[in-house]
């Protein structure tokens, strides 16, 4: 099992170590970090099915875990929504949107909202790229997707895909923080 010491409490930032956590995935299962014995690090991306930039998003996101998890790098999609604020961000919504985009990523639900306070999300989307080693997750990359929400093809600069190429080159990531842009998490009242 992945363990760490626990920094004070978000927002996390490169070099920290982060702890595991556990939440009901849109199978109805309950999924840890630590279930992901193969696993190098992950792509956290704080999601959710209604805001927009995170829409403009999904085909980035899923490309990200197609193209990383076999790397050892899947992604873990965490929506942190209060269904009484978005109700489109129920957990049933949910289980409908992940079948009917496909998505082969881990979708897990934040309903308490705790672990989204504890890293210091505020957007969404809101990316952490974690590393793993022994038994400790650290923060390599906070941030953006990409420098281009609107459109795919004119981000030149893709800052998660950059980071997890110099992970696996054992180099040093070469922007380890960015703004994330996107929606606000919609926080219980």
Same mark, same amino acid.
């Given at each position: 099992m992945i363990t760490s010491a626990i920094n004070a409490v978000g927002p996390y930032k490169a070099g920290d170590n982060v702890p595991d956590f556990t939440l009901k995935n849109v199978k109805?299962?309950?999924? *840890?970090? *630590?279930?992901? %014995? +193969?696993? @190098?690090? $992950?792509?956290?991306? $704080? *999601?959710?099915?209604?805001?927009p930039v995170v829409i403009k998003y999904e085909e980035r996101i899923k490309d990200l875990h197609n193209e990383f998890s076999s790397k050892g790098y899947p992604v873990v999609?965490?929506? *942190? /929504?209060d269904k009484g604020v978005s109700p489109g961000d129920s957990y049933e919504? #949910?289980?409908k949107a992940a079948k009917a985009k496909g998505f082969t990523f881990e979708y897990l639900y934040d309903e308490n909202q705790e672990v989204a306070k504890n890293f210091g999300a505020t957007n969404t989307p809101h990316v952490y790229l974690l590393s793993k080693n022994d038994d400790k997750l &650290?923060?390599?990359?906070?941030?953006?997707? +990409? /420098? /281009?929400? +609107?459109n795919a093809? /004119?981000?030149?600069? @893709?800052?998660? !895909? +950059? !980071?997890?190429? !110099?992970? #696996? @080159? =054992? =180099?040093?990531v070469p922007v380890n923080s960015t703004k994330a842009i996107g929606? %606000?998490? &919609?926080? &219980?009242?």
């Open positions: 109805g299962e309950m999924y *840890s970090l *630590s279930k992901a %014995t +193969d696993a @190098k690090g $992950f792509i956290v991306v $704080f *999601s959710c099915n209604t805001c999609a965490i929506n *942190s /929504n919504a #949910m289980q &650290k923060v390599e990359y906070v941030g953006a997707i +990409d /420098n /281009n929400a +609107d093809a /004119n981000a030149d600069k @893709k800052y998660v !895909a +950059d !980071a997890i190429y !110099a992970l #696996m @080159k =054992e =180099e040093k929606c %606000t998490i &919609k926080w &219980k009242k």
